[in-house]
């Protein structure tokens, strides 16, 4: 069954007089358990598709199922519930809130839930996911006090504390050295092989879309290619590594 | 949206506290604000029950008559000296001014001395007081306990403080008998008036006290008018009536004025007295005052009523300054706020897209930036006021101004405060949640 179903997506903005094309048509299928690596240069149309996927936009013209409902017309307020229980978010700045510990920087999405979860809850559940990140000796830290890996793997425990079957991450590497990006790589491998959650992963870097089982490259708001891809494994050491072990 | 209040208002607190110069200084408008409105509030009504309590005890409504003219005067200022104490009312006097006078509602002949009193074997020096049933209506004493003397009976009513000196403090001596000089009285009821010295006299009917003391005439008449601000009028009718019984020419000299202008003729031997006139003389023992206040032509038509209404304006006036530095304080304290949420906004836009991406909806976020400017306007209250209660308390010390600071008061100053917070805070938070979520991630 596929998770998400987009229909001839199109989405226009009108910049000045102008009046561009971000997404010329796009139509696509994401099964469930499907690790989708995104690329394209930018202004190729990846981010707005990031957004509408991420339900953070509407599209202007065509039709986005996500699990099996039509969202693309749904009112703001629909579709903050849908970004609260079925997706989870991974920025690439990690967009932890600074001054605020590691567990309520996890706790953030739960504070939105309907209905209301209590205190005791939240805090549980922010830790359990913490825990799965290996971060709860360090649940009281702020941001500052934590490592570029460790805010992403906080970031990761955000996204993942209300349980959503999609993950969208968007450029998650484009702020971390190679092996910390490996090793974010290699947690969401982990969490579409143990959890079954789909990932959509949006990069403009090869290698690390070769971590994906599949590939779509977007050009000028289209599709480009959609292949299949042999995920690549994250105990293979990173191309840098490799010419500067060559050296 | 109410279930997070605990979340938010912490999310507030916290964040005002990362900036603690710049909430301090953005509550400066709101803390002058509150003090001032608690102030305006403390000193308003502080004046207004001191105002009232004076009515109240003062009786506004009464009018004395005295035997005897204490004008002072003499050659030396061009005034006509009074012609002293004399014994120049008689019980017709009293009769005609109640028959000729209108809006009289209670009046009272009234003669005193001051003699020993013997409960048992106890003694005490006081004064006595002979005056009709209708004293007690005139003052509205409450009877507490027992009830009025009746006419001419040989019964007397005490006042609270002899009675407590004479029986034991607290005692009900309702049905003892006491005797003054060599008549023997039955108390009948204990005053606690306020007014005056009534608190430690022994009050008797007149008759009895006219025999006692050989009298035939009466010291004073104590009129009470029907209705409050008549007593100046009421007491120029008097004046009339007691002229043309008495022989005198109308408009007697008093004032050096007229003086000077030659009108009068011979001077009245008696004394008109409003309880205005009397109450602004009380505690007026240096002789200049004392001359000067009582010489002062036309004081006597100073009523109360006219009293009240200065002190009034008095307090009127100090309240619309501070009605008006507390307003223009809370709103420029409101437009401080306002402008520092809408910084707020503006520094935490990526806060506010992860929040929203994170399954806020646009009335979580505007409810935590709402909270925020209303948990920094209530602050700022709280501590103005602290501050405008120091500052009552010390304008109230220094003016000598009667203060009172009552919870309505604070709970109000707390209310504006927050009002203040919540329709200052509307725009911003609105500004916050309306930011385009998209947007709000892409900034750096």
Redesign the interface.
Known sequence: MSIISLQGLKKTYKLGDNIVQALAGVTLDIAQGEFVAITGPSGSGKSTMMHILGCLDRPTEGKYMLNGKDVSSLPRDELADIRNKQIGFVFQGFNLLPRTTAVENVEVPLLYTRPVMPAAERRERAMKALTAMGLQDRYDHHPNQLSGGQQQRVAIARALVNEPTLILADEPTGNLDTKTSIEVMRILQELREEKGITIVLITHEPDIAAYGTRIIAVRDGKILSDEPNTPRSTLEMAPEQIMVTAN | MF??M??NIRLAL?SLS?NRLRTLLTMLGMIIGVAAVLTMVALGTGARASVEGEVGSAGTKLVFVHSGNYIRGGASVGIEEGSGGADTLTLADMNAIKSEVQGIKFISPGLSTRTSVTVGATKAFAKIEGVAPAYSDAYSWDLKPGKMFEDNSSQAVVGRALADQLFGKGSNPVGKSMQIRDQVFEIVGVTSGESEDHKDTVFVPYQKLQSALGMQNIKEIVIAADKAGEASRIGEDVKKVLRKRHGQGNGAAKSYLSAQAGSGTSPDDFTVETQAAQALTKGLYTPAAAFALANLPKLDEVNLEEMADTLDHASDTMTALLASIAGVSLIVGGIGIMNIMLVSVTERT??I????????????VAMQFLIEAVTLSVLGGLIGLVLGLVASRLIGWSLAWPVSVSFAAMGLAMGIAAAVGLVFGIYPARRASLLD??DA?RT?
């Open positions: 279930a997070l605990p979340v916290r990362r990526r806060e897209g992860l929040r929203v991406a994170s399954g806020a909806r646009s009335s979580d979520p998209i991630l750096e």
